[in-house]
């Protein structure tokens, strides 16, 4: 049914449309909701739209028509025209006006004539949107009206496309042929649908359309092949943070950190304690976040380097054991902290929704802010090894350790150092992982094994070659994901490094100097 049918409308004045939302009848009701769309007075967006979502009530005994409000045990009526407001504690005395389904499309279907005159652009091409999902007759005459007074190039697009939708099931031959080629290629899924429902009266339209159908699947799996990317590229973001700290003090000392993921756990749960103590800035809280795990995280790790490892260099199988039992203490003191219990770090504002670039891909912001994240940490982690002292120092004693002593360099510091940096880029990690997972004792154990893939893979010590492998490993894992499964996906990728590393030990990266060929 149409939503403008004057023929049908004429039996009701607007006063009459009006008291009809009272009865029982779910056609006069329809008739009486073409006559208030069609006049479209200032009530009629409100009413119909609490009609749609079950909050319109009339007065049992005056009809008179009331929008509900609920807050807590209380029930707000507020009068549609006049400013009486009711609150009870039940809803005795009001019923609610009820709808079918035919009358949800009908009412959805007005509320976006309604919003086509918005000045809004977002709120006309909302509309146009709706429209799209049940193409009528009448809506595309308005459209047709209004096309050249549009001035956004979106809500011109819509407009576009639903016309031509239009003419494919309304139009004659020629009318469908030009649809057709205006729908080709389009990513909206009303004209996926129209299209694969479309019955072709002959044999050349019948190809055209399969044509068009070709080339939007064709475009689909190119966008969704991108998405893949996109979320490979994320995944690879957060295991290149989680690595480049490994990669440091791996690369430097020759130290397996078993408790790295821990220190990725510490740097979420910094997070989460600044969150607490910032409950009415969220959106500044993560900023907050950001230094304020990078030094508890470093902090943790000289810590861990003065009371344990230094003791231990040069026995890699005792500094294994020791860090390991070291992740376990920290899992334990988080625990007796925090409770096992996970924790949630509440997602800014300006991290939420999704960047949509068309129909069908949609780029979610907090996935965004990570790579770019990421890839500032790198740059900023690069300059600081190849413009300041401390790096300079790093790479003295990661070539040659004996050399740089003798230089002068107190290597004993830069260890610790070296492995306050590591520790703190593994809770800057922290940060990250809290904004796409939960928070909580076991988060870092997640991570820990892919980071170990990662520095291999890429070179042991070497930064660039830890960035490319995260990220490749990131991709890779996004392509199998779809057929092999998540499980299935790492167990393929582990057996591509065991065979990658047996052809190039080294990695893709190998470091260079006295350090390398020992």
């Known amino acids: 049914m149409g939503f403008v049918q004057l023929s049908m409308a004429a039996e009701f004045t607007l006063t009459e449309a009006w008291k009809t939302l009272s009865s029982k009848s779910y056609n006069n009701k329809a008739r009486a909701i073409e006559t208030i769309a069609q006049h479209n007075p200032a009530e009629a967006y409100p009413a119909l739209k609490a009609m ?309 891909l949609a780029l979610t912001w907090n996935r965004f802010y990570i790579i770019i994240f990421c890839l500032a940490v790198f740059i900023a982690l690069i300059l600081v090894m190849k413009k300041t002292r401390l790096g300079l120092q790093v790479r003295a004693v990661s070539q040659n350790r004996r050399m740089a002593r003798a230089m002068g360099v107190r290597s004993e510091w830069v260890d610790a150092l070296t492995f306050g940096l590591g520790s703190g880029i593994a809770g800057l990690a922290g940060v990250a992982l809290s904004l796409l997972t939960n928070v909580g004792p076991n988060l870092g154990q997640a991570y820990i094994i892919d980071s170990f893939m990662v520095v291999v893979f890429g070179g042991v010590g070497n930064l660039w070659g830890t960035l490319v492998a995260g990220m490749s490993l990131g991709v890779i894992n996004k392509v199998l994901e779809p057929w092999a499964g998540a499980v299935l996906a790492k167990i393929i990728v582990l057996i591509f490094i065991i065979l990658f590393i047996q052809k190039r030990p080294r990695g893709l990266f190998p470091q260079r100097g006295r350090a390398a060929e020992d």
């Open 52 to 360: 749609l979502d079950g909050q319109l009530y009339f007065a049992k005994h005056s009809k008179e028509l009331y929008i509900l409000q609920q807050s807590d045990d209380n029930y707000t009526f507020s009068a549609l025209f006049s400013d009486e407001v009711i609150t009870q504690e039940r809803k005795r005395g009001f019923k609610k006006a009820r709808i079918n389904n035919r009358l949800r499309r009908l009412i959805r279907q007005s509320l976006a004539v309604m919003q086509l005159k918005n000045r809004d652009p977002d709120v006309r091409l909302a509309a146009v949107q709706e429209l799209l999902k049940n193409p009528e007759a009448d809506a595309t005459r308005l459209i047709e009206s209004m096309i050249d007074k549009e001035t956004d190039h979106k809500v011109l697009a819509a407009m576009h496309t639903l016309r031509a939708v239009n003419q494919l099931k309304q139009g004659d031959e020629a009318a469908q042929m030009k649809a057709l080629n205006a729908l080709a290629g389009s990513l909206n899924t009303s004209v996926m649908n129209a299209l694969s429902n479309y019955q072709a009266p002959n044999e050349i339209l019948k190809k055209k359309v399969q044509l068009a159908i070709d080339k939007i699947n064709a475009k689909r799996n190119l966008y969704a092949k991108a998405e893949t990317v996109f979320f490979g590229l994320s995944l690879g973001s957060v295991l290149a943070l989680s690595a480049i700290g490994l990669a440091i003090t791996f690369g430097v000392m020759g130290v397996i950190n078993m408790a790295h993921g821990e220190l990725m756990m510490i740097g979420a749960y910094t997070t989460y304690v600044t969150q607490l103590l910032m409950p009415d800035h969220i959106a500044l809280s993560i900023v907050v976040a950001i230094p304020a795990a990078f030094i508890v995280s470093g902090l943790v790790g000289i810590a861990i380097e003065r009371s344990v490892i230094r003791h231990l260099y040069g026995r890699p199988l005792e500094t294994l054991l020791a860090t390991f039992g070291v992740s376990l203490i920290l899992q334990q003191a988080v625990r007796s902290i925090f409770s096992p219990l996970n924790r949630s770090v509440e997602t800014p504002q300006w991290m939420s929704g999704a960047w949509q670039i068309n129909d069908v």
